[in-house]
């Protein structure tokens, strides 16, 4: 199913040059390679829908779907000391002398060398959708060193892309908190998740899972000086999610009003499910995302 989980989100700079074609254009010339035999990691674009595929650049309704494919050769560190164990006692074994540090490094290069071709490969692709309209990048990524592995490759393809992280008037932190003593905007309500801690590098840490937040024991860390950094929220009965103090959503989900809508779609095959789950994804995310930047006091404007 076509569904990001976690979002990663970036403004796009209002004065940028993107277009559809553009992108696509630029995307196709650096597709996806496997690995060879003695690469450690290779990266490229590939096509995001099985049904279009000639296309790096998946645009509907002004959005952009793009798709990065990685593969790296997975070299266990166990077996590359226990091979490197192995050599350095047969040599101080038949040559009689002590294998040195510099030696021994340059042992295992030899190894990684001679094991690569052999070594097995994993792959991943992660996502993301650049929103032409909102100008919004948003990358399905569950970190954001994650999310800046796919936005600097995307840089490096495309030449440039201008973002920057969102700031908004009230910090996702004091934002939590607030609602916590209180209430929160129209659209959203509390779930049952959340982290509560004191400010600072030491500060103690209070995690709640299946609670009910109006409860004395939420209340009492509250009044001890704890703010909230994590707190699952509902978006109107058709999103759940968790917002980070960083601004990231996480554990994105659709509530049973939107899954039944999912149901309802009248799609004969598998090509034609893909391009309803599109629509619908795009359409919650720019209802969801400016409702949230928008309960956060709105952005702070560059």
């Known amino acids: 199913m076509l569904w990001f989980r976690n979002l990663q989100i970036y403004r796009l700079a209002a004065d940028h040059a993107l277009s559809a074609p553009s992108i696509q254009s630029e995307l196709a010339k650096r597709p996806f390679v496997p ?3 003695m690469d450690m990691e290779s990266s490229g674009w590939v096509a995001p829908a099985r049904h279009e595929p000639e296309l790096m650049a998946l645009e509907r309704q ?7 494919k990685s ?10 000391k226990d091979e490197l164990d192995y050599r350095v006692q047969q040599i101080e074994a038949t040559e009689h002398r002590k294998v040195g540090r ?6 295992k290069d030899r190894i990684v060398e001679e094991l690569t071709p052999r ?10 959708l650049i929103d032409l309209d909102l100008q919004l990048v948003i990358v399905d990524a569950a970190s954001a060193a994650k999310a800046e592995y796919l936005l600097s490759t995307l840089r490096e393809t495309l030449g440039s892309l201008p973002t920057r992280l969102i700031d908004t008037e009230i910090s996702p932190c004091a934002a939590m908190t607030e609602w916590l ?7 959203f309500s509390i779930g049952q998740d959340a982290e509560l801690k004191t400010p600072g590098d030491e500060g103690s840490i209070a995690r709640f899972k299946r609670q009910v937040m109006d409860c ?3 209340r009492q860390h509250l ?8 707190l699952s929220l509902a978006y109107g009965e058709r999103l759940t999610f968790t917002l980070t103090e960083a601004l990231e959503i996480k554990s994105l989900a659709m509530l049973d009003v939107l899954k039944d809508e999912l149901k309802d779609m009248d799609a004969e095959t598998q090509d034609a499910l893909f391009e309803s789950q599109f629509a619908l994804l795009v359409g919650e995310l720019r209802g969801f995302i400016p409702a949230l930047l928008n309960a956060l006091g709105g952005e702070i404007q560059r």
Do not use: M, W
């Not at 070299?75 to 590359?80: F, G, K």
């Not at 510099?102 to 042992?107: A, C, I, P, S, W």
């Open 35 to 37: 690995c060879g035999s």
């Open 62 to 68: 002004n959005v952009v779907l793009v798709a990065l």
């Open 71 to 80: 593969e790296e050769k997975v070299l266990p560190a166990a077996v590359i």
């Open 102 to 107: 510099k030696e021994q490094r340059e042992l």
């Open 119 to 128: 070594a097995f490969t994993r792959s991943r692709v992660q996502r993301a």
């Open 181 to 187: 003593n209180s209430e929160t905007p129209d659209a």
């Open 216 to 218: 004395d024991e939420v």
């Open 223 to 230: 009044g001890a000086g704890k703010v909230a950094t994590r």
